[in-house]
Structures are given as structure tokens and as C-alpha cells.
């Protein structure tokens, strides 16, 4: 029997381990994968958006630290971008270097498949493994399968979408080689694209969103009308360098407009092929007709959907737009967010809302990773209590890294003090 297990090995899960082994308590994360990062590993979800707000836990900076060690890892600070770029390999690596280093087991290869609910307590969950189903009992739980997947099963309450029940648009991302990225850049400028400040240097960005004025967009249209790429292909096209790897770079596109609900098994099984003829269309529109592409070609897929949102708990605290507007303050924060509201709308297109200004955040109290059914539990990542609009801001890999940080410390604390998580108050957990 272990204190904790905590059920997903995504950067918020991998984050709570590796905090909840360093406080002593004995750890399992169940990892339905073959490595640690979730989204940023096998859905190529990188780099980590920008946050300017310091870390109040260990993880991120030691995480950032140990990037820097494997030479892979940029930051572009100042008044340019808080990017942290690095491989999808390396985080993964880092991860599980991190987390074996505090003593953690991990289950690889492992599909939660049921739980056992007493007395509002999981006494253990079933997982499917290659020996079959096994049953693993602990004191506490921490969901961080990004779906709530333990949560539902548990019985909590939850929502999912926008009023009309549509989740976020979803990506399936990709990476090339072959790329004269220089050429790339000077072709991007000479068109007075000023999309992205990072005009000299390895790193470059550049984005093109239909119908918004961007400067690439005529060549994408010509790309239609030669039969290359098909209209909703335009919906949402960006890249970025990779760290250590010279003309590669990797694609948080295509956008799958006709995927509105991520809760169903079976669109989500069908947008994964419908990603993968997109990409494909937009490989050989760059080949075809964008300069520094010509002898480029594609490495690989992402294994998995980029998710943004899916379900979200009914928790003991919901964080709403007035606390966003508010830059509100909890005494039992256990992160801190400064990402605007960033909608990718599956009906409505980007909806971006009130950007903060550098230094200003807003704070996610502990109540917003509990809720009233289930005691030994904590829900951690982009499905914690909020709503559609805020969830938007709080998915972020720093928030929550730092989120799985403090949710890693209540575990710990709680197991010490003999409470059940949901009667842990969260003080203090963003105070050294």
C-alpha cells in the first residue's frame, strides 16, 4: 500500500510526485505512456507559454535547472518572450530523473479502469497492466489524467465546454527538418511581419491565423487555390525552433475545427485521422510554396491530441472571471497565473481577454483541487474548478508545474497530520 498515488504522469502529476516523495511519503505514479510529460512529451506541446510571475516551489526552477545541464533549454527573457524551450525527450528524461532522485515508483504501460468508493474515500483503484488488471490501494489520490478521468469515476460532479457544450479546439502537432530557418525568418520580415520580436538569434516564431490581417495569409490562400491546402486549413498555423536541433521545427497546428466535443471517445479517435491528412496537406504546401522549406521534410506526428480542455471538477471552490479580473489573492493559493484568457473556440475562432500587464497575477486557492464528494482526493492540472473562460488561463505547463508543486506538499503535510486532503486547509503552501 502506498500514502500516495498519483494517477498521470504529465508535467502537474509528475510535478505532485515528485513533491510528495521529497515531504516522505511513498509514491506511485500510474502512467498510461512509456515516460513522464504528458502533454509536452507525446503531444509535442512545446515550448511552455510565457509567465512572468516568480515560482513560489522547487519543481519548475529545478526542472528549468537540470534543462540547462542537458544543454537544451532556452529562455528568451526581458522584453522579448518567457519562453522555456526545450525537447520534448529531454523533459521527459528530466522528469523521471527528478522524480527517481526522491525515491518515486512509477507503473508505465498501465490505463486506469475503475475505483473502489467507501465512505466518500477511493480505498483503490483497477488498472489495466501487460499482466492484466490489478488493484492498488493508498491513503491519498491526486487525479492528473487532464480529463478528470479519476475524479468522474470517483463520482465527482463535473462540467465540460462552453454554454453550448463545445470544449476548446484541439491540435494535433508535428515536427520537420530540413528547414533554412534564416531564409525563413528574412523571407517572414521582408513581408513586414511583425508577428514575432525574435528578429535575430537560433530561435524563430512565426503564426498565421486567418481573416486576422496576418502577413502570411495571401500565401496560404494561393496554397488553396492551387489545390494544396483546403480553406479550413487556415484556420490556425504556428511554429517554433527547437532547442539543439538546427533547421527543425516544430507545429502547434493543424487546428481540427470539427472535433467541438473532446469528451467523445470516438471524435476524438476521428480527429486524430483527420490531423494526420492535415498535416500532411501542410507539408507539402511548405515544400511546395514557402521560402526556406524547399528541403524540408516531415520527422514525425504527435502521438496524441494536444488537448486544451475537456472536463472540469465541480470543486469546493470554482475560480471565476472576477477573480481573474480581480488579480485575486487566496490565503491558501497554491499557484500563481498570469496567462491571458486564451480561447481556441471550436465555433467562435481565438478569443483573447484581458492580457495582464508584466508582475500582475491572479491566484488558484487549494479549494479549486478539492471538492465535496470524495476526501482523499486532489484533482490537479487543466481540470481543476474553474470556469470554461478561466481554464483558458490556468492550463499553462508553469502554473501547472507550480500547481502539482503545492498539491505534491498537501500530500505530504496531510499524510504527517493523519487528515484526509479535504480537510487539509492549504495554508502556506506558496510560503517558504
Not at 542537458?70 to 529562455?75: L, P, S, Y
Not at 472540469?312 to 490565503?331: P, W
Request: aromatic share 8%.
Amino acid at each position: 500500500m502506498y500514502d500516495t498515488v498519483v494517477v498521470g504522469g504529465g508535467t502537474a502529476g509528475a510535478s505532485a510526485a515528485i513533491s510528495a516523495a521529497r515531504g516522505g511519503n511513498r509514491v506511485l505514479v500510474v502512467e498510461r505512456e512509456g515516460s513522464l510529460g504528458g502533454t509536452p512529451v507525446h503531444a509535442l506541446v512545446t515550448p511552455m507559454m510565457p509567465s512572468f510571475v516568480p515560482t513560489h516551489g522547487e519543481n519548475l526552477q529545478a526542472l528549468e535547472a537540470r534543462l540547462r545541464e542537458k544543454g537544451v533549454v532556452t529562455r528568451e527573457d526581458g522584453p522579448l518572450m518567457g519562453y522555456l524551450w526545450s525537447t520534448p525527450e529531454t523533459l521527459a528524461e528530466v522528469l523521471e530523473e527528478l522524480y527517481g532522485e526522491q525515491g518515486g515508483a512509477v507503473l508505465y504501460d498501465a490505463t486506469l479502469v475503475g475505483c473502489l468508493v467507501e465512505d466518500a474515500r477511493i480505498k483503490a483503484i483497477l488498472v489495466m497492466t501487460v499482466e492484466g488488471p490489478r488493484a492498488i490501494l493508498a491513503e491519498q489520490f491526486v487525479d492528473a489524467t487532464g480529463d478528470a478521468v479519476l475524479s468522474r469515476m470517483a463520482g465527482v460532479p463535473c462540467d465540460s465546454g462552453d454554454e453550448g457544450g463545445n470544449n476548446q479546439m484541439s491540435s494535433l502537432r508535428f515536427e520537420m527538418g530540413g528547414i533554412d530557418v534564416e531564409r525563413y525568418r528574412n523571407w517572414c520580415l521582408s513581408l513586414g511581419d511583425e508577428f514575432s520580436p525574435l528578429r535575430e538569434g537560433y530561435f524563430w516564431e512565426s503564426a498565421m491565423v486567418a481573416g486576422k490581417g496576418f502577413k502570411l495569409e495571401p500565401l496560404f490562400r494561393e496554397g488553396v487555390r492551387r489545390g494544396l491546402l483546403k480553406e479550413d486549413d487556415l484556420v490556425y498555423y504556428q511554429c517554433f525552433s527547437i532547442p539543439g536541433e538546427p533547421g527543425c521545427m516544430t507545429f502547434n497546428c493543424p487546428h481540427l475545427p470539427t472535433l467541438k466535443r473532446n469528451t467523445d471517445a470516438l471524435a476524438r479517435s476521428k480527429a486524430l485521422t483527420e490531423g494526420r491528412h492535415r498535416v500532411r496537406r501542410l507539408v507539402a504546401f511548405l515544400v511546395a510554396m514557402m521560402p526556406g522549406f524547399e528541403q524540408a521534410f516531415l520527422i514525425r506526428e504527435a502521438n496524441a491530441l494536444g488537448v486544451r480542455e475537456s472536463w472540469r471538477i465541480q470543486g469546493t471552490y470554482t475560480l471565476t472571471e472576477a477573480d481573474y479580473l480581480a488579480r485575486a489573492r487566496f490565503d491558501d493559493a497554491v499557484a500563481k497565473g498570469d496567462w491571458y484568457i486564451d480561447v481556441h473556440s471550436a465555433t467562435e475562432g481565438l478569443i483573447h481577454m484581458d492580457r495582464f500587464r508584466k508582475g500582475e497575477y491572479y491566484e488558484i486557492p487549494y479549494r479549486c483541487l478539492t471538492n465535496d464528494s470524495i476526501k482523499n482526493m486532489l484533482t490537479v492540472g487543466r481540470c481543476i474548478s474553474t470556469t470554461f473562460l478561466v481554464q483558458a488561463s490556468i492550463r499553462i505547463q508553469q502554473t501547472v508545474i507550480d500547481m502539482g508543486d503545492s498539491a505534491g506538499m498537501a500530500c505530504a503535510r496531510a499524510h504527517f497530520l493523519g487528515i484526509p486532503l479535504a480537510s487539509f486547509n492549504g495554508l502556506g503552501l506558496t510560503t517558504r
